[in-house]
């Protein structure tokens, strides 16, 4: 009888120890975090940030990105050896030089529009303020010909140059190993597009999209309800907060009478000579918009509460407050991430 009773209460006592461990929750698992309705609404409107922005067409390969880094940073793709893809988008001033326009290699050429931020571009549907070029390895190609930017005289110049570098004739051979001749004037591109496939810059906001609602604070939260009440989102939307639409720049009246521009820029029109395609331009991505002035495509304005302002009475029809204004930029201010070291020169 003793043995029966000795049986019972080590049951009893294993039930008990179940129990409380399906009670307690297992510290290894991680607590899910519950999304406030904002959160929701942003993770809606822009998704989750990639590491990469891959390309089916380019694999990314190691060898692809420290040859297209390389490349990158040379002056030896620019016709007098004085520029390279950095010096307009400088990896150390977040992709750009904050110049309103960018001069060329030559004496005294200087280009037409502003020169775009690198960063986190390879994420839009199209290259160029026009989206004349498909992607990033279309547009890597285009500058080191342009005569008023990098003044190469043709494909064949750049790659009897880069033939003749020992360095390069290793990392082609590296980078594309199945190729009988890889130093080519394609492969050149899809290495430097591999590259800045990799110029992915996550900030605190994206910590916000995952779950932390204590990533942004009170005034950045209203800066970002404003954002979506007052329309922004209709054309800066998407994991880029934009560059994923082509609209048209003073919906309601001249930009250039807000922008006060010296020239008056058709966008689309001048590539196509389409009158729907008049003042059309791709709106840009507005990740580490604080860091990027001056703005829009002509780099007629410097400060970031001016470019919103214009901005709201340009494409919503709206007198945007001071104060609204400024709730709009401190949640712009979120949008600054880092370019990775590695990626630096």
Request: glycine share 6%; proline share 5%.
């Amino acid at each position: 009888m003793k043995k029966i009773w000795m049986l019972i209460m080590a049951v009893i006592v294993l039930s008990s120890c179940d129990q409380k461990k399906k009670d307690t929750p297992d510290k290894k698992q991680e607590k899910k975090p519950e999304y406030t309705e904002l959160q929701i609404k942003s993770k809606t409107f822009f998704g989750e940030l990639p590491l990469v922005a891959e390309n089916a067409n380019n694999p990314i390969t190691e060898e692809k990105i420290a040859l297209g880094k390389i490349l990158y940073f040379d002056t030896i793709l620019s016709k007098n050896k004085t520029q390279s893809c950095n010096t307009c988008h400088n990896l150390d001033t977040y992709g750009v030089d904050n110049l309103p326009t960018s001069p060329g290699d030559g004496k005294g050429t200087i280009g037409t529009r502003n020169s775009p931020t690198v960063l986190n571009a390879a994420l839009h549907i199209a290259q160029f303020w026009d989206g004349r070029e498909p992607d990033v390895e279309a547009q890597a190609g285009g500058p080191v010909l342009n005569p008023v930017e990098m003044g190469m005289a043709s494909e064949k110049e750049v790659i009897q140059r880069l033939a003749k570098e020992d360095n390069y004739k290793q990392m082609f051979k590296k980078a594309f190993p199945d190729d009988k001749d890889p130093i080519t004037y394609n492969n050149m591109k899809k290495a430097i597009g591999a590259f800045e496939r990799k110029l992915i810059t996550p900030s605190k906001f994206d910590d916000f999209i995952k779950g932390d609602a204590s990533a942004l604070n009170k005034t950045e939260k209203e800066g970002l309800q404003l954002f979506f009440d007052k329309g922004c989102t209709t054309c800066h939307s998407g994991n880029a907060l934009g560059g994923n639409i082509f609209q048209k720049f003073g919906i309601f009246g001249d930009y250039w009478k807000l922008t006060k521009s010296k020239k008056v820029d058709e966008g689309k029109f001048e590539a196509t000579k389409n009158e729907a395609d008049k003042y059309i331009f791709k709106s840009p991505s507005l990740r580490n918009i604080e860091k990027t002035y001056p703005y829009f495509h002509d780099g007629s304005v410097k400060d970031l509460n001016e470019a919103v302002k214009i901005m709201g009475k340009a494409q919503l029809n709206l007198d945007l407050t001071d104060q609204e204004v400024d709730k709009i930029v401190t949640f712009l201010n979120t949008l600054t991430g880092e370019v990775p070291a590695e990626y630096k020169l």
